[in-house]
């Protein structure tokens, strides 16, 4: 056992380090939150990663992206090869499959299928609503991971971890998934039109997105890291539902879902027959 895992052993042993290398993690989205999930799965001992990612790094991302370097050009850094220099900087001899598309195209959904874990770290409700089906479907753990900033007075800002373990729960069973804003999003350009005339949405407040800041993103990060940790090595079944009220300091938790549901019990294991594709000959990457 490589010595700079010796810190591991007193908490899940050497068996618990084996089987955190011997998963195959995608992260979808590899941004502020999913750097910091990279990194730290990294860390922990994940060897084999699958990264999806269209973007590439940009001056308002320098706040937050972890692995970005000061003299990174903008445009011109796939944050891929971010990522991809943040892994083999911590494990030269780690896999790292890299995907610069959106979540909806056949490459993604392929990486997906092949995983045992899967990180959602995705901002827009119909890619984690699709994701959801997806992991369902080919029954892959699934962890959502959101972090959130929302100005008032006082405002309110923190994040939470959704995580699928074993068909336990889901994002919709669990409340965290806006399924109206979701069909919103999978309607394209006319149902974006149709939310800003419902809601009087401010074009000028649309295009640089809200606040985002690092140290909220990394608890948000460390608590869907260590439910991971704890679901692979055994130390313990992970919570359904972790929620980060950063403004009153508390992390509180969730472990009931909602019976009866379609995604937990109608759609999971059927695979093919569930036909989550039918998203992809939809064209609907084009706009999410």
């Not at 929302?150 to 889901?170: K, M, R, Y």
């Not at 009866?260 to 109608?266: A, D, E, H, I, R």
């Amino acid at each position: 056992m490589d010595d700079r895992f010796a810190r591991h052993m007193p908490l899940f042993g050497a068996e618990g380090q084996e089987r955190i290398a011997g998963t195959r993690v995608a992260v979808i989205g590899v941004g502020g939150v999913g750097s910091h999930v990279v990194q730290q799965l990294a860390l922990l001992g994940v060897r084999e990663f699958a990264l999806v990612e269209p973007e590439e790094l940009d001056d308002t991302n320098r706040n937050r992206f972890i692995g970005s370097h000061h003299d990174d050009p903008v445009p011109g850094t796939p944050k891929l090869e971010i990522a991809n220099r943040l892994v083999t900087a911590i494990a030269p001899t780690a896999r790292v499959q890299r995907i610069p598309a959106t979540l909806v195209s056949d490459a993604a959904f392929n990486l997906v299928k092949a995983a045992d874990v899967v990180f959602g770290c995705i901002d827009k409700e119909a890619p984690r609503l699709i994701l959801t089906e997806l992991c369902s479907a080919y029954e892959r753990n699934y962890i959502d991971v959101a972090s959130d900033v929302l100005p008032g007075s006082p405002p309110e800002w923190g994040g939470c971890v959704c995580t699928s373990w074993n068909g336990a729960a889901c994002l919709v069973c669990l409340g965290e998934l806006d399924i109206d804003e979701a069909g919103r999003q999978l309607a394209g350009p006319d149902g974006e039109e149709q939310r800003r005339a419902i809601y009087g949405v401010d074009e000028t407040l649309l295009a640089g997105g809200g606040p985002s800041v690092v140290s909220v993103n990394g608890v948000v990060a460390s608590l869907a890291v260590t439910e991971f940790m704890a679901g692979v090595t055994g130390l313990r079944e992970p919570v359904p539902l972790m929620t980060y009220r950063g403004w009153s300091g508390i992390v509180t938790k969730k472990t009931e879902p909602h019976a009866n549901c379609y995604f937990c019990g109608t759609i999971r294991g059927r695979g093919e027959a569930a036909d989550v594709e039918r998203y992809i000959r939809d064209g609907v990457g084009e706009y999410l």
